[in-house]
């Protein structure tokens, strides 16, 4: 029988295969090893191909574009409900199948190398990140013991650390100054990798026409553009910018029955990177409010004098979340409500 549409349980070196014809009669159900992934998919006419988004879905996905095939890439949480009892890679590759072939099933576009390799840079300096404020913390609590205080800031805890790597901690003990010298070394590594990685995006950024049409966008700074431009691919399979603020986790969980709706706390799913982008970006944008209200849109400062300051932020990332989708959709950039309405 004729192969018409096939599930593909991804791993690192064997792949389990469960194909279907289009009578819906199982066909092929193996196993093949990594090496003998495109060899098999170049033999079999064009097919519908469903795999599961993950971290190497998306080269998978080009590589069996381009032998003809029609990829489409799933999140495994709306796969999981079609595998039947037990886990196996054979029960998830035959779920992978029966959810690709859903007619209401939301997919995941490819992503081009481009795109996966700005992302790459950003994953890449958001460890580093994390890195510097672990050391910068093992550094202030040390130096705690010892009775000395890091002011709070990062370009506090950056210039005592340069001090350190120095040598200029005459209070610490021999032994603790070799210790506390040794971190301060590493984050001054740390530092000049963030700064290159900082370059590099800088000038992705400004190669990038929508990127910067993203970054005239209040609180969306470079990282945040640059993200937004590399991560969210075909923005226009949203309905709307509610849609794709959901799609981030930015929207209330909804518990109705009976005819009462219930709003809970933000569902918090969806890409982390991009939510926790966006949140920051509003943090900086209401602290500005909150010092001079003149400077940002009117509604913020009107929203803080009745709500909570996270919540205005949570609600204020949410608002951007769909001026963003409303740009990558239409084109154009950010207009300020007063020029929105005089245009």
Not at 179 to 187: E, F, G, P, R
Not at 209 to 228: D, F, N
Request: hydrophobic share 45%; proline share 5%; aromatic share 4%.
């Amino acid at each position: 029988m004729e192969i018409s549409t096939i599930g593909l349980d991804l791993a690192k070196s064997t792949f389990q295969v469960h194909a279907v014809a289009a009578s819906g009669e199982i066909v092929v159900r193996k196993a093949l090893r990594r090496g003998q992934v495109l060899s098999f998919f170049a033999k079999l006419p064009p097919c519908l191909i469903g795999m599961e988004a993950c971290g190497t879905s998306h080269h998978w996905g080009r590589e069996l574009a381009k032998l003809g095939h029609e990829v489409k890439l799933m999140p495994p949480a709306y796969v999981k409900p079609y595998v039947k009892r037990g886990k196996t890679d054979a029960a998830d590759a035959e779920a992978i199948c029966e959810a690709v072939m859903r007619p209401s099933m939301r997919f995941v576009p490819v992503k081009s190398a481009e795109q996966q390799a700005a992302l790459a840079l950003h994953r890449t300096r958001d460890l580093l990140v994390k890195q510097r404020t672990q050391l910068v913390n093992m550094v202030r609590g040390l130096l705690a013991e010892f009775g000395i205080e890091m002011a709070r800031g990062l370009h506090h805890a950056l210039r005592l650390a340069a001090r350190l790597s120095a040598g200029d901690a005459p209070e610490v003990p021999t032994l603790a100054q070799r210790v506390v010298k040794s971190l301060a070394d590493q984050i001054g590594a740390l530092q000049v990798q963030l700064a290159a990685l900082e370059k590099e995006l800088l000038a992705w950024h400004r190669s990038n026409e929508l990127s910067q049409r993203l970054a005239t966008i209040p609180g969306v700074g470079v990282i945040s553009a640059s993200a937004l431009a590399a991560s969210v691919v075909e923005p226009e399979r949203f309905r709307s910018g509610r849609q794709f603020a959901a799609s981030l986790g930015l929207t209330p969980l909804q518990n109705c029955s009976g005819g009462k709706e219930r709003m809970g706390r933000i569902s918090r799913m969806g890409d982390r990177y991009l939510r926790r982008l966006l949140v920051i970006g509003m943090t900086s944008l209401i602290r500005r409010a909150r010092a001079r209200p003149d400077s940002v849109d009117p509604r913020i400062a009107a929203m803080l004098e009745r709500k909570p300051a996270r919540v205005v932020t949570v609600a204020a990332a949410n608002r951007t979340a769909r001026v963003a989708w409303a740009i990558m959709t239409r084109g154009g950039t950010y207009q300020a409500p007063a020029r929105a309405a005089a245009a």
